[in-house]
């Protein structure tokens, strides 16, 4: 699956070489697409300033948090006196570290920031990322759309209205990671071991819960929880609830030709199943396996008791 791709000024980029730059500017098409990266490019010395490269942006192979990985050579590329430099103003669009962000929901507030970059979506949106603040910083994703009008020195946007707390915080994923680990800790009623059971990961911003947990309403509260943390994106739960989960194994056991006829009691505890009761003899492994093939079973107990001559469950 194709992850997005995010342009922050200012972060490493490695050459197929192994040299690594820093990204300076961007050029971009009318609908903030990026069409070349403008990369500063150390010189052989220290006290040497280096060069700007002009880069097409097809030639990033890997996106990272804090990096972009090259396909090329640091040999390739156009150089350049300064990003923008060939080309007239207005011709091509392009920003570079300079670059002011304005923000100025007229009847609202009045605020200036710093443009950082694009984060491009791979179905298509694109997403300014802007830095606000002067000791407190933070950085925040605004709709391409939002854009009114740019030139290289800033970028207007008309937000109608609106204020800033509307949009999500832009941060790396293991950022955005470490903040929903935090939240969840302060959830009701989930301890360390309960938390052992979920598993948590961040993919551009979005977080997926999955794993075992003794309650739905503990899973609504882990997901509503996650979706009020500022950097998280979305959200996506798979928790299986314990209640659910039983249901899920004795409805497998009875319909199972194997089982059928056996009497039941599943007992989940954080999705290690527990199956007591009376069924044949030749019926009890079956039920293990049958137990342990159920969508979110962590391992199976067996606690039954064969049922003796005579006892087979009548069926209704």
């Known amino acids: 699956m194709e992850s997005r791709r995010i342009f922050l000024l200012g972060q ?37 300033g280096g060069r700007v490269l002009r880069l097409s942006a097809q030639a990033a192979t890997e996106f990272r948090d804090e990096e972009i990985v090259l396909g090329i050579p640091s040999t390739k590329g156009e150089a350049i006196p ?13 920003l570079d570290t300079g670059s002011r962000l304005h923000i100025a929901p007229r009847a609202v507030e009045r605020q200036s920031g710093t443009f950082m970059g694009l984060l491009v979506e791979p179905d298509g949106p694109v997403r300014l990322i802007g830095e606000l603040g002067l000791l407190t910083k933070k950085r925040i994703l605004v709709p391409g759309e939002s854009a009114a009008y740019q030139n290289h020195e800033f970028v207007w946007l008309d937000l109608k209205g609106q204020t800033l707390d509307i949009f999500p915080t832009y941060e790396p994923d293991d950022y955005v990671e470490r903040e929903a680990w935090a939240a969840l800790r302060g ?69 199972n030709p194997s089982t059928q006829g056996g009497r039941f009691i599943v007992h989940s505890r954080l999705g290690r199943v527990t199956l007591e009761g009376q069924v044949k003899p030749e019926a009890a492994q079956a039920a293990v396996e049958v137990a342990q093939e159920v969508a979110g079973v962590v391992s199976v107990e067996s606690r039954l008791q064969p049922l003796g001559p005579g006892e087979a469950r009548p069926t209704a």
Do not use: Y
Not at 28 to 33: L, V
Not at 202 to 228: F, H, P, Y
């Open 12 to 48: 490493a980029v490695t050459f197929a070489d192994g040299a690594v730059g820093q990204l300076v500017g961007l050029e971009m098409e009318p609908d903030w697409i990026p069409t070349h990266l403008l990369v500063q490019v150390p010189g052989p010395w220290p006290w040497q």
């Open 82 to 94: 300064h990003p923008g430099a060939p080309h007239a103003e207005g011709q091509v669009n392009w």
């Open 187 to 255: 959830v009701s009623g989930l301890g360390e071991t309960e938390l052992r059971a979920v598993r948590l990961e961040v993919k551009d911003g979005k977080a997926a819960l999955s794993g075992n947990v003794a309650a739905s309403r503990i899973a609504e509260a882990m997901e509503n929880t996650l979706s009020r943390v500022s950097c998280v994106l979305a959200v996506e739960s798979r928790l299986v609830a314990d209640p659910d989960l039983e249901i899920s194994v004795a409805s497998a056991l009875a319909q």
